[in-house]
Nanobody
Framework: QVQLVESGGGLVQAGDSLRLSCAAS????????MYWFRQAPGKEREFVAG????????GYTDSVKGRFTISRDNAKNTVALQMNNLKPDDTAVYYC?????????????????WGQGTQVTVSS
């Protein structure tokens, strides 16, 4: 079965950096666009970043542009999210997601598969 397993979350201070990773198995990784979503307490899950099948296109929500970078390694079936200059508003559970032949940006209802999430907490 398909598994998306996130890692790299933690507790950091404002201005720090974190790198999230997602390891995929059970699917033909290069056939799927990959995404990071997040959900803060009391809020709806939102799109954060996306990358197309071979990395040619990326997309970001406005609040993370210039601070976050999504990348993928099709040889290792992994996708990463480098998060720099973190802010308290970035505190959330971060989810990895996959969509078959997806575009760089998608709605929350569109992924085919989801990971279980990893907590990122940014203190002020």
């Amino acid at each position: 079965q398909v598994q998306l397993v996130e890692s790299g979350g933690g507790l950091v201070q404002a201005g720090d950096s974190l790198r999230l990773s997602c390891a995929a198995s059970g699917l033909t990784f290069s056939a799927y666009a990959m995404y990071w979503f997040r959900q803060a307490p009391g809020k709806e899950r939102e799109f954060v970043a996306g990358i197309t099948r071979f990395g040619s296109n990326t997309g970001y929500t406005d609040s993370v542009k210039g601070r976050f970078t999504i990348s993928r390694d099709n040889a290792k079936n992994t996708v990463a999210l480098q998060m720099n200059n973190l802010k308290p508003d970035d505190t959330a559970v971060y989810y990895c997601a996959a969509k078959f032949h997806g575009t760089a940006q998608i709605m929350t209802t569109q992924p085919n598969y989801w990971g279980q999430g990893t907590q990122v907490t940014v203190s002020s």
